[in-house]
């Protein structure tokens, strides 16, 4: 009986097969790959918060959980604005309470330890402030950011050092593994690199000299731990750039240092190039699984166990990954940020309820703007202190709840109050829950948003809650329900601008355009270029229309994070003519009258596509909540934003209730 206590290990029998790297037994193939969130002191330590985040995929069934980018020389490897510093008086005790907490949830402890290299002193992706004094890098050379200078071999040595001193660090704090990073552009892809690398002593030259340096760092790290413990290193399976490595030179470094580690993790590309970044954390315009091939290639080549990276989430492709020899181990980053509980719910056989993560660089973004972590579809993201140390209360009294409106918001709401044990009542006045996730999920590279809709739907159904569609709730039928609560999700209506012409056959609002892109012409004006407009452009490209966005404003997109703008504006750039800073004037039959600082001009164009934004109807909202002593406004009808807001206010308004 006990041997089949749970499904998911005949459903996914490899992915929760036990594999032995080093001394531990992994209880399956699942690794909680290195995130950095920037909960960090300024000393360089980790706070409560982290622990408790890092905690959380443990409890979630990863077998391993793995911090990213620790730092051990932080006199020249500090490369982002708070990192954890290896070599920083009283760093230890925080990190034992975090191996404590994560070997307590059942899971074992990784570290990945990090250095810049140049961009230890030069502005970086992750930030600009506390750099070091002198950007170091393999060779002297000149950056957009400022000038590098070459490593001493002095340093070098000293570097080797406190690779090994961490090492020993992050063992005696109860560290089950280490990951020394030599992939994505930081130290020592840098000096793997032919190009970057011009050195003419034996650390450059022939590829064996470039690599001696992590040769070095990797003997160093193994003299510190022992035989036994385990070694991971990250590399690329491709650094995919003119100045880096290419997939056979990639290859000979795995053969070179195979005997210097347990295991390895093959990413790709490099986290500094903005070009690159979106295919190291590859975005939904890439296929999920897409550096998979990196890994399967290297594990040709060498006999220790392999990890593959790439956007995973499904647990039915994790599980053919690895039986099908493509790799040993799966590693998983924001898929665990979005729902740190995948591996539990996966040997569970409970699949469809995964968060799927949209793949939107929220995660990244929030690091950036309050260093903190949040996520779209996961409301208690960043929050796992709080619910460890605040745990909900229960209702003192069961109540009749109202939510009006089936969107993300109002199911969010629904779901929630319902798990309270509250008697929920969720009114949609459409044939379907969903509301806007629909036209959100319409483009062709939006389709995890369909995911979460349907992951929605599924927890409204599971959890009793009454639902009643085709059905419009107003202020009389709020009267007539008379209901303990009411959540007002109503949402938001699409703006109509004043414009000369909106009257006209051939324009269209964004949301029906999303839906129905067969009524589209061939050529397509979209007027506005918020991020609405910046995607449907994408979308109806790829469907083969001829788009062009007219926007007021200097950029287009411009209230995107700029990691997920990253990715988009390429595409965007290649599936429409862009006119910023530019005004419509009047709408035509035969196109769109604008104008600009050169003066008035047609765009040509057979449909008009009006995506100029939202408003939320606030008379409305107001009117429903005098109705009641307890409401709570939730979604677009509160605040007109994204999805992350509309789940993330249902969600701690409902635990209230």
């Not at 996520?375 to 209702?395: D, R, S």
């Not at 009257?503 to 589209?520: Q, R, S, T």
């Not at 703008?565 to 800073?581: F, I, N, Q, W």
């Not at 050169?598 to 765009?603: A, C, P, T």
Request: contains cysteine.
């Amino acid at each position: 009986m006990g041997r089949e206590k749970y499904c998911g290990k005949q459903l996914y029998p490899h992915l929760f097969a036990p594999i032995r790297i080093g001394n531990l037994r992994l209880k399956n193939r699942i690794i909680a790959a290195p995130t950095s969130p920037s909960m960090i002191t300024t000393d360089g330590h980790f706070t409560p918060e982290m622990n408790a985040y890092l905690e959380e995929k443990a409890l979630g069934g990863a077998a391993v959980v793995t911090y990213g980018e620790a730092i051990p020389h932080s006199k020249t490897g500090k490369s982002h604005n708070k990192q954890l510093q290896l070599d920083s008086f009283g760093v230890k005790q925080m990190m034992k309470e975090s191996t404590t907490a994560i070997h307590n949830a059942g899971g074992y402890a990784n570290i990945q330890l990090s250095h810049g290299g140049m961009y230890g002193g030069l502005a970086s992706v992750g930030g600009d402030i506390g750099c070091c004094e002198i950007a170091y890098g393999p060779s002297d050379m000149m950056m957009p950011a400022g000038p590098v200078k070459e490593m001493p071999k002095s340093l070098i040595y000293e570097i080797v050092d406190s690779y090994k001193k961490a090492a020993k660090l992050c063992k005696d704090c109860g560290y089950d593994m280490v990951m020394v990073h030599a992939a994505h552009g930081w130290l020592f892809s840098q000096f793997l690199s032919p190009v970057i690398n011009q050195r003419k002593d034996e650390f450059g030259g022939s590829l064996e000299n470039r690599a001696r340096f992590l040769m070095m760092v990797l003997d160093a790290v193994r003299e510190a731990v022992g035989p036994r413990f385990p070694i991971e290193c990250r590399l690329s399976g491709d650094d995919m750039a003119d100045n880096g490595l290419n997939q056979q030179d990639c290859i000979e470094v795995a053969k070179l240092i195979e005997d210097k580690v347990d295991l390895f993790n093959i990413s790709c590309g490099n986290h500094e190039d903005p070009a690159m970044f979106c295919r190291t954390h590859p975005s939904s315009f890439f296929p999920r699984g897409v550096n998979v091939y990196l890994a399967a290639e290297i594990k040709k080549h060498v006999s220790k166990p392999v990890a593959c990276v790439g956007s995973l989430n499904d647990p039915a492709q994790m599980e053919e990954i690895i039986a099908s020899g493509q790799a040993d181990l799966v590693e998983i980053a924001r898929g665990l940020i979005a729902d740190p509980y995948l591996p539990k719910k996966a040997l569970e056989g409970r699949a469809n309820d995964i968060n799927p993560c949209l793949r939107c660089y929220e995660c990244f973004g929030e690091t950036g703007k309050s260093e903190t972590v949040k996520c779209t579809v996961n409301p208690t993201q960043g929050q796992q202190l709080f619910c460890k140390t605040e745990p909900e209360k229960a209702p003192t009294e069961k109540k009749r709840v109202l939510v009006a409106g089936g969107g993300p918001a109002g199911m969010e709401a629904a779901i929630t109050a319902a798990a309270r044990g509250h008697e929920v009542t969720l009114v949609e006045k459409a044939d379907r829950l969903g509301g806007n996730l629909y036209p959100a999920g319409a483009p062709y590279f939006k389709e995890d948003i369909l995911k979460l809709c349907n992951v929605l739907i599924r927890r409204v159904e599971a959890s009793g809650v009454n639902v009643i569609l085709n059905t419009e709730v107003t202020a009389d039928y709020i009267r007539e329900f008379d209901p303990d609560t009411l959540f007002v999700a109503i949402g938001s209506n699409e703006l109509v601008p004043p414009i000369k012409g909106m009257d006209l056959p051939n324009v269209i609002m964004a949301i029906d355009a999303e839906l129905h892109p067969d009524k589209l012409g061939e050529r397509v004006a979209i007027i506005g270029g918020g991020l609405v407009g910046a995607e449907v452009a994408v979308s109806f490209a790829h469907e083969g229309k001829k788009c062009s966005i007219i926007e007021m404003k200097h950029e287009v997109a411009e209230e995107v994070n700029s990691f997920y703008r990253g990715g988009l504006m390429p595409h965007v750039k290649e599936s429409a003519a862009l006119y910023t800073d530019t005004k419509v004037k009047e709408i035509r039959p035969e196109g769109v009258v604008c104008e600009n600082a050169d003066g008035e001009f047609l765009v040509e164009a057979d449909s008009v596509v009006c995506a100029v934004g939202f408003r939320a109807p606030y008379a409305t909202v107001d009117e429903f909540c005098d109705l009641v002593d307890e409401s709570y406004i939730v979604g677009d009808c509160n605040n007109v934003a994204q999805i992350y807001q509309a789940m993330n206010v249902a969600y701690w308004a409902a635990r209230s209730v």
